[in-house]
């Protein structure tokens, strides 16, 4: 059981340039969300997802785009990724509503913007 | 929408002694708190969470305690140990929604002193 999957672990990226972060898991959750942490400022919620096909904005979510075409997958596009956007980025699913409990992380992804 | 403040920043205790963390959370509608640890390069894990309907509760040297009314949470670690240092975040939601997110606070960094 793998749990929540990342990858990559590390990226570094120019100004300008796109890519997506990937995020897979095997639990069947249907609530699953993008966090990024910043030194002294914690975990702040960039997008989340509460099913295949529904997504919303969290506190950050400017620079980022996100689409949920599967229970498994929510990636995470930076459309042309700025010096701002680096950061240690994680993916987490948990059961959502009265069921809610445990969030369950990625290992994390380290992007760099040069 | 739901704050979470966390204090202190950062705490340094002698082994064998207690440690405690501090939470305020805004959002009256909260009913679900979990605490985090995050270890170097990993994901936060989750330690411990309380839900409204209780004041407090304990795992092993683990202990948490709610006051609703004050919309505090704590987080008491008893008899630390060297692998208590960490990074400990806690966390508010409500299980009402589905839609209901996570928020977190900004982490207190603890070292324990051997």
């Known amino acids: 059981n793998a749990g929540v999957t990342q990858t990559p672990k590390f990226q570094v990226l120019k100004t300008g340039q796109s890519m997506t972060l990937q995020c897979a898991q095997d639990?069947?959750?249907?609530?699953m969300s993008w966090y990024r942490q910043d030194p002294g400022m914690g975990l702040r919620l960039i997008h989340y997802?509460?099913?295949?096909?529904?997504?919303d904005q969290g506190e950050v979510p400017n620079g980022y785009n996100v689409s949920r075409s599967t229970t498994e997958d929510f990636p995470l596009r930076l459309l042309s990724a700025a010096p701002s956007q680096t950061s240690v980025y994680f993916c987490?699913?948990?059961?959502?509503?009265?069921?809610?409990?445990?969030?369950?992380f990625g290992q994390g992804t380290r992007l760099t913007v040069v | 929408g739901e704050n979470v403040e966390q204090h202190p920043s950062t705490l340094s205790v002698q082994e064998g002694d207690s440690a405690v963390i501090k939470c305020t959370y805004s959002?009256?509608?909260?009913?679900?708190f979990p605490w985090y640890k995050q270890e170097l390069g990993k994901g936060p894990q989750l330690i411990i969470d309380?839900?409204?309907?209780?004041g407090e509760k304990k795992d092993q040297r683990i202990a948490v305690t709610l006051n609703k009314t004050a919309k505090h949470f704590s987080l008491h670690i008893t008899e630390t140990q060297p692998e208590d240092s960490a990074v400990y975040f806690c966390?508010?939601?409500?299980?009402?929604?589905?839609?209901?997110?996570?928020?977190f606070g900004s982490g207190t960094r603890l070292s324990i002193r051997p």
């Open positions: 987490a699913s948990r059961e959502p509503g009265q069921l809610s409990g445990e969030a369950f």
């Open positions: 639990m069947n959750h249907e609530y």
């Open positions: 997802s509460v099913g295949a096909g529904i997504t």
């Open positions: 959002d009256s509608a909260s009913n679900y």
């Open positions: 309380i839900r409204s309907n209780v």
């Open positions: 966390a508010a939601s409500s299980t009402y929604s589905s839609a209901s997110k996570i928020i």
